[in-house]
Every structure is written in structure tokens, then in C-alpha cells.
């Protein structure tokens, strides 16, 4: 059994699967309190005045009396480690980081540096203070006298209940040491893991750098297929729960208003995503972040027009023209397309290895476009089988290593007449170059 125990308590500790230990304790603790109650209970059913029969009406008055005296222990015991386990609320910082200021190229608005006008009540954490120091301070000036008392108290409690002379009052006291610590150490243990979690979620600050890993651009990327690029961050996930457990009614900052708008972009709600960046970009315009996220998440939900008109008022940055050259495609031919392949190949040297699959998606499009468009104008052969050659180059550079790249191509390719996504449909189901590449057509 112990070599079972401490093999189980060893793999916990190592996983950080505290829920395990913690179960092993409750579980023991109840069967070794409950077996020893009950033991307890025949004893004094056989110890009568009599000495000459057993007594059911002893044995089931000590053990009711026992339960119920063991669980207003372990409830006291309970109640004393939530006082003393209750997490203190931190003072959210007035103060603007240097970061905050350096990220904004303009003067700051009162709204990017102002708090709530509310916090979170405190009472019962007051409460828990000043109780923890005072029964701490009594208790320290009553440490010789609490065993003569606690013993007192146990012969009292036997003589009003459970009436056994011999060792009644031996059982008092034992179910108090027992199961007052025990319920203690379930009460603090309890609030410091799971209540400290829960008021975490409902009362958390955001913290500044939460919300400058939340607003990074690499962290909300434009992709196919409808989603956004996974974050390099595995912090992301955690900052997005926090961000996401918040209403927007309770965030005040500017900056922690567009965190919230990229934290709903990336949970796939595109609306309010777009409201909350949209009131970021509109409290602070000289900042250059928030637009880039409006328009990416502009995009995402299909609305080119829009995005267009965020775009046009950015710097000039191998970011912003990859937005740029997306919103292109989505223009009327032929400027649409020219100017998408011009801009692609201005920043090609500086698209990043990992964009590099969604930059040769794009730039196959903006070929495409421009084979269909020659083939509809019955351009030179020379034209069109130049641009169909660029086309399926760059159709094969995204699909030779990236198996999702390759299932947006093909969607593309398989897309309906009415699909606003069909770049790819000028090569006909037949075409053995295309099928050589992605694989025969399948609609």
C-alpha cells in the first residue's frame, strides 16, 4: 500500500496533478474518521454500566452523536481555512508603462491611460484579516490554558451527550483533533487552489504585459480557409480566457479594449472583434497596431471595402502591403490583380519563412487572375502562358510542404460560380498540370 501511495503521490507532484493528492487525502480522511467513529460506537455499546449485555441504544446514540459532532468539526475546521486562505485583491497600477507610452507615436488620450471607476468589494477579505490576527494573538496568549479548556470542553460534551463514563470524553476530544485540522486543511487547501482560481477569472486585472502579448501583431495573422494563422505564443490561450471571461463593459484602457477585440478575433467572433478594435482605433488613431488588427479581422469576415479604407491610412510596412496586397485581389481586374503582383514583388525578400506558404497562395491568386483575365481578352499566347507558368509556380511552392496550404489551393480550384474565393477555377477539372500538383478534381 505504501509503495501504491507514494507511487501515485511521486507521478502527481511530477504531472502538477494536485486534484490526485488531494483526493487521496479526502477519501482516507473520511474512511479512517468513519471507521474509527464506528469502532467507537461498539465499544461503548459493549462498555455498559452492567458490564452484562450489549447496548444498541449506546452504540447508536454515540455513533449518531459522533457523526454529527465530526461534521460540525470539520465544518468549523473548514470555515477557519477559507478565513485564513482567502487570496488579498491587488491594486490594479494607475500608472501607464513606459511600454504603453512608446507603442502610441501620438500624445495619449485620456482614454488609453484611465481605470475603472469601480473595484472589486473586499469586505470579506477584511474580514478574514482582522479574524486571522485575532484568533492568532489569542490564541498565542492563551497557549497554556487552551489544554485544560479544550479537555473541560470535551467532559461537557460527553455528559450532555453521549453519556458514556468510562471514555466519552477521550472521544470528544479526539473527533476535535481530528477533524477540526483536517476540515482546516481541506478549507485552506480548497480556497487557495480552486475559490483563489474562480476569484482569478471574475476579478483578475488584466496585466499590462497580457495585454501586450495579446496585441502582437505575429499573434492575429490572416490565413485561408476562413481562420487565423495559430499564434506562436502558448501564452496566447491562457491571455485569451482572461480576456474573453471579461465583458467589454468592465475594461476601460484603450489598449486592454483592443486586446479584447484580438481576443475575440481569434475565438472566431468577427463582430465583436471588429467592435472592440474598431473603439481602440477610434480612442486612439495615432496608434498603428489597432488598424493593422481591424483590417485583418476586415478581411476575415469578407468585407475588402472596408479593410481597404482602414489600410490606406497605415505606414507603409512589409505587414501592412501583405494586407495591402490581399485587398487587391478582391478589386476590380485588371488594376486589382497588377497591383497585388507589383506589391508582392516588392516585399517577397522580406516575407518571413512562416508566411512564406500564405505569401505563394496569394501571389497564385493574383497570377491567376491575371491568366483568366488575358485568356478572356484573348491576349498573346505569350502573355497567358506566362502568367499561367507563374501561376502553377507558385501553386506548387505553397503545396510542396504544407498539407493546409494545399487544401486551401484545392478549394480554390474546386470553389462554385457563385463562391467569391475562386481564384483558381480558370484551369479546368482536366488540367493534368493542376492535377499533377493537388490532385485529380474532385468538386
Given at each position: ?7 501515485v ?87 501607464p508603462a ?105 476579478d ?23 481562420t ?17 471571461d ?31 478594435l ?6 486612439d ?14 478581411l ?41 503582383i ?68 484545392r ?15 480558370c ?17
Open positions: 500500500m505504501i509503495t501504491i501511495c507514494n507511487k503521490w511521486s507521478d502527481a507532484l511530477q504531472k502538477q496533478e494536485f486534484g490526485i493528492i488531494a483526493d487521496w487525502f479526502y477519501c482516507r480522511f473520511a474512511i479512517y474518521g468513519g471507521a474509527a467513529l464506528l469502532g467507537a460506537a461498539v465499544a461503548a455499546g459493549l462498555t455498559t454500566d452492567e458490564d452484562i449485555s450489549f447496548s444498541y441504544a449506546m452504540m447508536f446514540r454515540t455513533l449518531g452523536l459522533g457523526l454529527l459532532f465530526a461534521g460540525a468539526c470539520m465544518v468549523c475546521g473548514w470555515n477557519l481555512g477559507l478565513l485564513f486562505g482567502i487570496p488579498r485583491s491587488l491594486s490594479r497600477n494607475t500608472t513606459s511600454g504603453a507610452q512608446q507603442q502610441s507615436s501620438g500624445p495619449a488620450t485620456p482614454s488609453s491611460t484611465s481605470e475603472a471607476t469601480s473595484k472589486t468589494n473586499t469586505n470579506l477579505e477584511d474580514i478574514s484579516d482582522w479574524l486571522t490576527k485575532t484568533i492568532v494573538g489569542v490564541g498565542l496568549t492563551s497557549l497554556t490554558s487552551a489544554p485544560a479548556y479544550i479537555w473541560g470542553i470535551s467532559g461537557k460534551i460527553n455528559a450532555a451527550g453521549f453519556g458514556w463514563a468510562s471514555h466519552g470524553q477521550l472521544l470528544a476530544l479526539s473527533i476535535m483533533l481530528y477533524f477540526v485540522p483536517g476540515g482546516f486543511w481541506m478549507g485552506y487547501v480548497g480556497t487557495r487552489t480552486i475559490l483563489s482560481k474562480l476569484f482569478d477569472q471574475v483578475r486585472s488584466i496585466q499590462n504585459g497580457d495585454v501586450k502579448t495579446a496585441l502582437k501583431e505575429g499573434n492575429l495573422l490572416l490565413t485561408g480557409g476562413g487565423f494563422a495559430k499564434p506562436a505564443d502558448s501564452e496566447v490561450g491562457k491571455i485569451d480566457r482572461a480576456l474573453l471579461t465583458p467589454l463593459q468592465k475594461i476601460s484602457t484603450t489598449e486592454e479594449i483592443a486586446a479584447w477585440g484580438a481576443a475575440q478575433a481569434r475565438a472566431g467572433n468577427l463582430t465583436a472583434a471588429k467592435t472592440g474598431a473603439q481602440a482605433v477610434q480612442s488613431p495615432q496608434n498603428s497596431t489597432y488598424p493593422v488588427l481591424l483590417a485583418t479581422v476586415q476575415m469576415d469578407g468585407q475588402p471595402a472596408d479593410a481597404r479604407k482602414t489600410i490606406d491610412q497605415l505606414p507603409k510596412n512589409t505587414n501592412t502591403r501583405l494586407l495591402d496586397l490581399v485587398v487587391s485581389l478582391y478589386e476590380p481586374e485588371p488594376d486589382g490583380f497588377t497591383a497585388a507589383k506589391i508582392g514583388q516588392e516585399i517577397e525578400k522580406d516575407i518571413p519563412a512562416e508566411r512564406r506558404d500564405d505569401f505563394n497562395v496569394w501571389m497564385a491568386c493574383a497570377y491567376s487572375q491575371r491568366y483568366a483575365y488575358l485568356v478572356k481578352t484573348e491576349a498573346g499566347d505569350d502573355l497567358r502562358n506566362t502568367a499561367r507558368s507563374e501561376a502553377l509556380s507558385r501553386i506548387a511552392a505553397a503545396a510542396k510542404d504544407s498539407p493546409s496550404a494545399k487544401a486551401w489551393l478549394s480554390l480550384w474546386t470553389a462554385g460560380p457563385n463562391d467569391v474565393d475562386n481564384d483558381l477555377t484551369f479546368p477539372p482536366e488540367d493534368q498540370d493542376m492535377a499533377s500538383i493537388l490532385g485529380p478534381y474532385k468538386a
